[in-house]
């Protein structure tokens, strides 16, 4: 997915965002010692003990979105790209972040589906009440259009109400790839388990088709990106296939746990890769077109991931000492 963030920071966790289940999975004290294996379990486990998330516990589910003024210091280090306003609109909810594929699960063909997902930049859509807005993965708003998803314009407000989508969004086609589904026409599925919502959300767009389609000329197109057993076999084919099923270049790779529910921050139910590293991690060829997006600088995913901890050190470090050399303080 393209983002004018570093590449690294595209899609996987961002360090800067957790869930209300962080603490089971974080490399702390209680978990340093646990694989990744273990740490997917526990977060699994105590989010089935819980049964629902903090954000899940409040009645109305508008409140879960609900937007607000967001202040310059909420928006500072942050990718700016929301509409030119003095008043920068803003929501607490973040969309599911993945962590890096670094280990191959145990049951990686039982338990677990994969989306191809096209380039593109991670995007929130909410519509409600005759509006669709547009929010970046920070919360910050961009912009907003009318839709044909239920509540999405004046039209099909009285006929539906809050939906939230979890998209991937291409520039060139005008597209909404449409990762996930958190609400629909004002039911919740954010704490169903990950095979269900693709399932419903799949069959919502093979029966209603007319709910995707653009709504007149200033709107957008909504395609639902289809998930598949995470086997190597499968995933072997339907890499080579791709080129031939989309008009879109593959970007990465994104892997759900098929129980995981969709949770605001972090994730490790949900892990991501580079087509480039599929060779070295999953033993699968890629087409040479996807071999030669390799970092010419890349020797390993250890190294690649070193690399980034690097970078973000720095940056921090930079942005600390900018600002203890503000003159506001």
């Not at 069959?203 to 088709?209: A, D, K, M, Q, Y």
């Not at 600088?297 to 991931?305: G, Q, T, V």
């Amino acid at each position: 997915m393209e983002d004018h963030t570093t590449d690294e920071e595209k899609f996987h966790s961002d360090n800067s965002i957790k869930s209300n289940f962080f603490q089971y999975y974080k490399n702390n004290s209680k978990t340093s010692n646990l694989t990744l294996q273990q740490r997917r379990e526990t977060f699994l486990n105590a989010h089935k003990e819980k049964h629902s998330s903090a954000f899940d516990e409040r009645r109305d589910l508008s409140e879960l979105f609900e937007e607000y003024d967001c202040t310059s210091d909420e928006t500072e280090g942050e990718l700016m790209e929301v509409e030119k306003s003095p008043r920068r609109k803003k929501i607490r909810f973040r969309v599911s972040m993945s962590e890096w594929f670094t280990q191959i699960p145990d049951d990686l063909s039982d338990k677990w589906l994969v989306k191809f997902c096209p380039v593109g930049k991670r995007r929130l859509i909410i519509s409600n009440m005759g509006k669709t807005k547009c929010f970046n993965k920070f919360g910050q708003k961009l912009f907003h259009f009318i839709s044909s998803l239920p509540g999405g314009s004046r039209k099909y407000t009285k006929k539906g109400g809050l939906s939230v989508l979890d998209c991937i969004f291409n520039e060139k086609t005008n597209t909404f790839f449409i990762l996930d589904m958190l609400v629909w026409n004002s039911v919740s599925f954010l704490d169903c388990e990950a095979e269900l919502r693709h399932c419903w959300m799949r069959s919502r767009f093979l029966e209603n088709p007319e709910e995707f389609t653009p709504y007149g000329k200033n709107s957008y197109t909504f395609k639902f990106l289809s998930e598949y057993p995470a086997d190597i076999e499968t995933i072997r084919s339907e890499m080579w296939l791709y080129e031939t099923k989309n008009e879109v270049i593959c970007d990465g790779l994104i892997f759900y746990h098929r129980e995981s529910p969709y949770i605001s921050g972090l994730n490790p139910l949900i892990t991501w890769l580079k087509p480039f590293m599929l060779p070295e991690v999953l033993n699968i060829d890629v087409p040479q077109e996807y071999d030669k997006k390799r970092p010419s600088n890349y020797i390993n995913l250890k190294s690649y991931l070193m690399n980034i901890s690097e970078k973000r050190k720095r940056r921090s470090q930079m942005e600390l000492m900018e600002t203890e050399e503000s003159p506001r303080n």
